[in-house]
């Protein structure tokens, strides 16, 4: 059993930056951070295998804003966001799985789940 800790989330302005952490735990095989908008389903943002060389997957809409990270001595998986959005407001919450699952951005290849993080945006 992994449980996972979101922290970081807040309110920011159109073009802001806030940095979201993830302490997992117990081991992973791969972690990811999803988010979800009201009366919507959960859908993947980054996605990373904690250990190995291939890189992270990122949805088309947060490619070359969102970075994501981890710290393998510390169990944390980060997601760095940059020229925020009022459209990537939303409850973010970080995923983590024991496998290697081949798409890392698919809400069903993760067991476990934190609790959430409100981020929001303002014009």
């Known amino acids: 059993q992994v449980q996972l800790l979101e922290s970081g989330g807040g309110s920011v302005q159109t073009g802001g930056s806030l940095r979201l952490s993830c302490a997992a735990s117990?081991?992973?095989?791969?972690m990811a951070w999803f988010r979800q908008y009201p009366g919507k389903e959960r859908e993947g943002v980054a996605g990373m295998y904690t250990y190995g060389d291939v890189g992270p997957t990122y949805a088309d809409s947060v490619k070359g804003r969102f970075n994501i990270s981890q710290d393998n001595g510390k169990n944390t998986l980060y997601l760095q966001m940059n020229s925020l959005k009022p459209e990537d407001t939303a409850m973010y919450y970080c995923?983590?799985?024991?496998?290697?699952?081949?798409?890392?951005?698919?809400?069903?290849?993760?067991?476990?789940w934190g609790q959430g993080t409100q981020v929001t945006v303002s014009s």
């Open positions: 117990g081991s992973t095989g791969s």
């Open positions: 995923a983590a799985s024991p496998f290697r699952p081949t798409s890392l951005l698919r809400r069903a290849m993760y067991d476990y």
